[in-house]
């Protein structure tokens, strides 16, 4: 088994390869150059030129961005409409003959505190035939000894695999450390099922969402990729409970832009916190890239480009049905951490895949999605230089210039509590969350001091981001004395 194991790796990692375009390398249009440079240009331009123009236009980088920032606001509220008129469909429809199996991959490194609320949550529930495989990623603390120890994993000598004799579903793999790609990759080998869910250490699943992730996958055979409801909840922290209030806002609104770019064939992010997958579509596609710091948003990419190349009819879906909650970060360090391996994956992801921007082989995502991206990667920077002169403007006394910025500020708020209101509205009739939500006086509440405290903590962790791409220096599973809750939260 170890020998096939390995072989398995190295022949999804020959694939990767092949089709990645970080081994490619293609050629990058004229026009995908000139988006980036113009981004970059624009902001260089409008920051110098803010010193030297008078009143409201004098702080162009913030009209930019809150323009750019309302029409994404207005395209994806028009996208989810429909929800309003019609909520989704349950997915109570039996399936004809028992289903496709499905296989569950765990990556633990270090999660000896957390795994067991979350096997726990999977076990009882797990249908025969079905795999739950924790690919622990050399663990130097107690993992491996409390798998045996609690639930009755054994291995056989001289074997890395371990076998359950409580729970037949269970099984451990120890792999050497090398980070969580590699780790799934071992469990892509291993496993043999036609279906792939991906489970953060420190995520729980709620009772039925297996198999609504299984039917989903049995109603649409072009579908290989699915993203799931998560909620995230901070369990420590200094200001855990203020980290959570503002992620589950968060959250929200992330998942009704999932729910837009989808309905239109171009949604490029499905959180690997809790996803599902087509096995034989990872495999083609080369499985997960070890070196992307955000290996869930950059397969992906991978994804949509074989598709569009190889003319297969795949689709990427948001689900209603299958919930889970996930730890998310509490404290200040923890998050910022967190943004920072984010954004630096980001920008690595669109690097590699610049050559599809304002590409129509691409469909939909070359020729919207990618370039919206373009326009992402300096968000975080324009929002801080407009947040930093404002502050340099009211220091000198430029009343001249603050009054009427702060009157535009004051009418954005406006419009982002309406905006606010809307997501909550849509994302409680998408996954029937009516609880738990705050409710609108809670929403209201966020929106109104959101742009002043947790916006620019994103922001800020962007940044961190920027730094730890352009030097090079962040790289996933490079940090081993960090706990993966804590650095892999979703």
Not at 361 to 388: C, E, H, N
Request: charged share 20%; net charge positive; glycine share 8%.
């Amino acid at each position: 088994m170890p020998d096939a194991c390995e072989g398995a790796v190295q022949e999804i990692t020959a694939t990767l390869r092949r089709v990645s375009p970080r081994y490619t390398k293609p050629r990058v249009s004229l026009r995908s150059v000139l988006i980036y440079g113009a981004v970059v240009g624009v902001w260089i331009t409008v920051t110098i030129g803010a010193w030297f123009a008078q009143g409201v236009f004098a702080w162009t980088v913030g009209l930019l961005y809150i323009l750019y920032d309302t029409c994404l606001l207005v395209y994806i509220a028009r996208k989810t409409a429909f929800i309003h008129r019609e909520p989704p469909a349950t997915l109570d429809v039996p399936i004809h003959g028992p289903g496709p199996r499905l296989g569950i991959v765990i990556a633990a490194f270090n999660e000896a505190p957390a795994l067991p609320s979350t096997l726990d949550a999977l076990l009882p529930h797990l249908p025969e035939g079905d795999v739950v495989l924790v690919v622990d990623d050399g663990s130097v603390d107690d993992t491996v000894a409390m798998l045996g120890q609690r639930y009755g994993v054994r291995w056989a000598a001289d074997s890395p695999l371990g076998r359950s004799d409580r729970h037949p579903g269970l099984q451990v793999w120890c792999n050497p450390h090398g980070g969580k790609a590699r780790a799934l990759n071992a469990g892509l080998a291993l496993l043999r099922t036609e279906l792939v869910a991906t489970i953060d250490a420190d995520t729980k699943l709620a009772a039925g969402a297996l198999e609504h992730l299984r039917r989903a996958f049995a109603r649409e055979p072009e579908m290989v990729a699915a993203c799931c409801v998560i909620r995230p909840v901070c369990s420590s922290g200094a200001f855990a409970g203020i980290f959570q209030w503002f992620q589950t806002y968060e959250y929200m609104r992330a998942f009704c832009s999932r729910i837009a770019w989808m309905s239109s064939d171009s949604l490029l992010l499905v959180s690997g916190a809790f996803a599902g997958f087509r096995r034989s579509a990872l495999l083609r596609v080369g499985g997960f890239d070890p070196e992307c710091l955000v290996e869930d948003y950059e397969l992906i990419h991978r994804l949509h480009r074989y598709g569009r190349d190889h003319d297969l009819d795949w689709k990427v879906r948001v689900l209603h049905a299958p919930q889970a909650i996930t730890d998310a970060p509490g404290s200040l360090p923890s998050f910022l951490r967190q943004r920072r391996r984010w954004f630096a994956g980001f920008l690595q992801t669109q690097y590699w895949n610049c050559d599809m921007t304002f590409n129509g082989r691409y469909g939909s995502v070359g020729r919207w999605m990618l370039p919206i991206k373009a326009l992402d990667t300096m968000q975080p920077i324009y929002g801080l230089t407009a947040f930093l002169l404002l502050v340099s403007f009211a220091v000198l006394g430029r009343l001249t210039i603050v009054v009427p910025v702060i009157a535009v500020i004051g009418a954005k708020i406006v419009i982002d509590i309406g905006f606010h209101l809307w997501w909550v509205h849509i994302y409680s009739r998408w996954t029937g969350q009516r609880a738990g939500l705050g409710g609108f006086g809670m929403a209201f509440l966020s929106a109104l001091v959101e742009p002043f405290s947790f916006q620019l903590l994103r922001h800020a962790g962007a940044t961190w981001g920027w730094c730890g791409f352009l030097t090079r220096r962040h790289r996933w599973g490079a940090t081993p004395s960090l706990p993966l809750a804590e650095v892999n939260a979703r």
